[in-house]
Every structure is written in structure tokens, then in C-alpha cells.
């Protein structure tokens, strides 16, 4: 905590797939350029980790490494507990940004849904903390995050000085390539998973696998058309799930004057 | 299966409290006054599983019972893996409906996000299916739900005979009354988690505890108004998270032609 230094920005980071993983550290390095970093990501990969919390168990908090303007502690429990534990038990004051990531895998469209990358953003936001998911749609464990490191920096800093909306965050996704080919602020795309389950070894049990299906694929304003595009997708993201469009078509089930 | 109706709507269950708390089996005796009920829930209590799923082992279903337009299986899974599994390999067919709960604890405001009930809700959506969630705001694991009955039967039957539009389900939650004061067509408030941990046995261990704050307790439009005021709340919720009104604010971000 000593070696934090006055007036440069605090940024807190988590991940889902552990603080061991190679995004994490990656990112870790990057954020260490904008100011003072606090990692607390979990102790193992907590991938499909979604929005859960550890409501019956101790959670526990280890510090691993404590370097000039960079400390890292793991956590026992999930994306989201890391955040909670994160902004009570850790941070000497209130993070400036907090990013999550960068996720081995994409977490576009619905799949955010489940993704614990996405889950400690949200946490973030329901803190009232500007912060920003990454994810690299890929499935390899090592892999060459370079050609993101500009937009991972750009994006950040531009959350730092400008802020972002009350409730609102940020889901940002690369596609696996060489040399991105631009930036997309965009929505999330419609979509489906499929054939999700194959047997397993035992009778009665069954492994979780899937096939994802973008059922808007020609629609240029979204994150899977991005990232099928070459280009990373920025897409801001919303606390409020209502659908205020339906509350119309459900007014007969309303007894409250309005 | 050989028992069930043709031209009965087909009702698919699930929870997080798993398979045998009272809630769900209070609904399951309620569904099936509306049609064939298959049941699949988790094995044990799943609280605050969110849409978490469980990607790295195999998830087991057991038959638990089989009676005339009745089957209930448990499963080892979350509550969005009950789904998962129950839609490809349980169900005979498309279910006209899907219902998570009835949740021994509320879901309204930003606790949604966590919660295991809304989330095997949020998974029906996605599979395109119409889909309630129904929670009480108790922290008894017994408790009598007679009151809310009434209103849990009149939205599924609005929903099987409308339908909800396409990406948006229910969230229903419920205050504990002896007699509901009626029913509001409403909105998730805005709400905040604070003073979440407290120590536990260990040191650096902690447990997942905390208050909540409503950020409008005056608005007449919300779920939490409508607990704190003797009503059912129902709030559509929709799949698309992206925050549209934010788009235009991170144009500087984007280098896609519009």
C-alpha cells in the first residue's frame, strides 16, 4: 500500500480465469502504465462464473505480490466476490477504473450472460465504479495479446478522463488477429446456443460444450459482426434490465395507478 | 413421459433453492392445474448462482418421481444448466412456458443480477422460450405463499395465452403479506449492496453478508415501491443489455462508418 503513489489513478482488476492466467498479467502490465494497480482475481479459472456470489462458505484473501505500484491478491471465491471483497477490504480509497479480463474467449452477445469476465464488470458498476470487461475471442491459454494493446490503453483512458454514464459499463472484444482492423461501438447481437450437451462417460451425465448461432449476422452494429470483421467491439452495457417497451403490453396485469 | 396430455401446455420448472425446497414444489402443484409440469432443479441450494454454468465437469440428472402429468428430475447443475439440459434432453417437445421458483428470498432491484431463479429465467429467454420467475421477499426456508397464488396463476396463464415479446421475460417478486394489496407493472429500482463482509473464523477470510440500499425509495414505479408497498411487483426484463443512449457518447471510440 506504501508504494502507491499520490494523484496517479487507482485501477482495480479481476478476471475470471484466474490471476495466474496470461490476461491477467498482461493486462496488469498495461493498466501499470496509467496508474497505481491492485489485482484480486480468483485462485483458479472460474470460467461460465456468470453474476455468483459465495453466500455459504468463508470467502479467503491471500496477497501474492507486492511490487512498486502493483499488488496481487488471490481470492477464493468468485469474479464478483473479488470485486465486493476488492472495494470494502482492499482499496485504500475508491478505484478510478476498474477493468476486468482480458478473457480467454469471447464474451460477446448473450454469452456475456455467463461470463464471470463480465460478471466482476457488473459488480463494478452496481459499486458505482467506471469499468470496462475485455475478452480475445480465442481458446488458447498463451497467446499474442499485442495487436490489443492500443485499444485496451485508448479505451481506458478515455473512461479515466471522460467517465462513464451512471450505471452503464463497458464490454469491449477483440477478434484473434494479426492487426485489428478498426473499432466498433456497437450493440449486442442476438443469439443462441445449440447441441449444447454430450454424453458423458456415465450414464445420466452430460458435458457442457455448444454451438453459438448469431441470428443477426448481417447486422453491422453489433459485436459478433465486429469481431467476424476483424475489428474489436465496444459495447456499453446497461445495470437496468427492463424492458420498458413491454411494460405497455402488460398493462392489464397492472392494478397500480399510474 | 407415456403420461403426459396431448393439447396440454407443457410447463417446464426450475429454481435455485433445488428440487426439494417449498417453493418449488408450491409451484409445481400450481402448474400443474395449468398443464403437464416436468421439474428439473438443482440437487441442493444454488443461491446466488446467477447464470452461472458448469463448464469444466459432467452434470448429472436423476429421475426423482414420475406421476400423472408430473416428473421431477434433479440435477447437479446450476440452475442455467437445468435448463440447458431440460430443453435438449428432457422435454418432449418445445414447452409453452418455463418458471423458476418460487425463490425463498426476493429478487428485485440489482439482486437480479445474482440471483440462480432469474437466472434459469434469463436461460429460457434465450432459448425462446416464455419464461417467469417468481421470488418472496422471506428469509423463512417454510412459509405460507396462499396469498400470492392468485397472482401467480393469472400471469401464467397471461403469458400462455399471450405470449411476451421476443428476448424479454418476467420477474416477479412477491412482499411477505397476509393479502397482497394488488399488483404493479414496474421497473428494477436502482440499489446498491454496502457493508457486505464480515470476518469469519480465519484471519483473511471473510463472509458474504451486507445491506441494502434502495437509490429511490420514492419512486411509485419500481419493485422495491411495490414490496414496500403491499404489492406483487412484475417487471419485464430484457436479454439486450446494451445501453443504447450511451452509444453516442463513445463515438470517439469508434472508427466504423455508420
Given at each position: 500500500?506504501?508504494?502507491?503513489?499520490?494523484g496517479?489513478?487507482?485501477?482495480?482488476?479481476?478476471?475470471?480465469?484466474?490471476?495466474?492466467?496470461?490476461?491477467?498479467?498482461?493486462?496488469?502490465?498495461?493498466?501499470?502504465?496509467?496508474?497505481?494497480?491492485?489485482?484480486?482475481?480468483?485462485?483458479?479459472?472460474?470460467?461460465?462464473?456468470?453474476?455468483?456470489?459465495?453466500?455459504?462458505?468463508?470467502?479467503?484473501?491471500?496477497?501474492?505480490?507486492?511490487?512498486?505500484?502493483?499488488?496481487v491478491?488471490?481470492?477464493?471465491?468468485?469474479?464478483?466476490?473479488?470485486?465486493?471483497?476488492?472495494?470494502?477490504?482492499?482499496?485504500?480509497?475508491?478505484?478510478?477504473?476498474?477493468?476486468?479480463?482480458?478473457?480467454?474467449?469471447?464474451?460477446?452477445?448473450?454469452?456475456?450472460?455467463?461470463?464471470?469476465?463480465?460478471?466482476?464488470?457488473?459488480?463494478?458498476?452496481?459499486?458505482?465504479?467506471?469499468?470496462?470487461?475485455?475478452?480475445?475471442?480465442?481458446?488458447?491459454?498463451?497467446c499474442?495479446?499485442s495487436?490489443?494493446?492500443?485499444?485496451?490503453?485508448?479505451?481506458?483512458?478515455?473512461?479515466?478522463?471522460?467517465?462513464?454514464?451512471?450505471?452503464?459499463?463497458?464490454?469491449?472484444?477483440?477478434?484473434?488477429?494479426?492487426?485489428?482492423?478498426?473499432?466498433?461501438?456497437?450493440?449486442?447481437?442476438?443469439?443462441?446456443?445449440?447441441?449444447?450437451?454430450v454424453?458423458?462417460?456415465?450414464?445420466?451425465?452430460?458435458?457442457?460444450?455448444?454451438e453459438?448461432?448469431?441470428?443477426?449476422?448481417?447486422?453491422?452494429?453489433?459485436?459478433?459482426?465486429?469481431?467476424?470483421?476483424?475489428?474489436?467491439?465496444?459495447?456499453?452495457?446497461?445495470?437496468?434490465?427492463?424492458?420498458?417497451?413491454?411494460?405497455?403490453?402488460?398493462?392489464?396485469?397492472?392494478?397500480?395507478?399510474?
Amino acid at each position: 500500500m506504501y508504494s502507491f503513489m499520490a494523484g496517479k489513478p487507482l485501477i482495480l482488476i479481476s478476471n475470471d480465469d484466474g490471476y495466474q492466467a496470461q490476461g491477467i498479467r498482461v493486462l496488469t502490465e498495461l493498466m501499470s502504465t496509467l496508474g497505481d494497480v491492485i489485482v484480486v482475481a480468483p485462485d483458479s479459472a472460474r470460467s461460465g462464473a456468470s453474476c455468483c456470489i459465495t453466500p455459504f462458505q468463508p470467502v479467503r484473501l491471500i496477497l501474492i505480490e507486492d511490487r512498486p505500484g502493483v499488488l496481487v491478491y488471490s481470492c477464493s471465491g468468485s469474479p464478483v466476490d473479488c470485486v465486493k471483497l476488492a472495494s470494502e477490504q482492499v482499496v485504500p480509497r475508491r478505484p478510478d477504473l476498474v477493468v476486468s479480463g482480458i478473457n480467454h474467449g469471447d464474451n460477446a452477445s448473450i454469452s456475456l450472460h455467463y461470463s464471470g469476465t463480465v460478471g466482476a464488470v457488473l459488480e463494478a458498476c452496481m459499486k458505482g465504479f467506471p469499468a470496462i470487461g475485455y475478452s480475445l475471442r480465442t481458446l488458447d491459454h498463451e497467446c499474442d495479446f499485442s495487436p490489443y494493446e492500443d485499444v485496451i490503453l485508448q479505451v481506458a483512458r478515455h473512461v479515466l478522463e471522460k467517465g462513464l454514464p451512471v450505471d452503464t459499463c463497458l464490454n469491449v472484444n477483440f477478434p484473434q488477429v494479426p492487426k485489428l482492423l478498426g473499432t466498433s461501438v456497437c450493440r449486442m447481437a442476438r443469439g443462441r446456443w445449440v447441441t449444447e450437451w454430450v454424453p458423458a462417460e456415465k450414464t445420466g451425465e452430460f458435458r457442457l460444450a455448444g454451438e453459438f448461432h448469431n441470428l443477426e449476422p448481417d447486422a453491422p452494429d453489433t459485436d459478433y459482426w465486429a469481431l467476424d470483421h476483424g475489428m474489436a467491439a465496444i459495447c456499453p452495457l446497461h445495470l437496468d434490465m427492463t424492458d420498458y417497451a413491454a411494460l405497455e403490453d402488460l398493462e392489464s396485469l397492472n392494478t397500480r395507478r399510474r
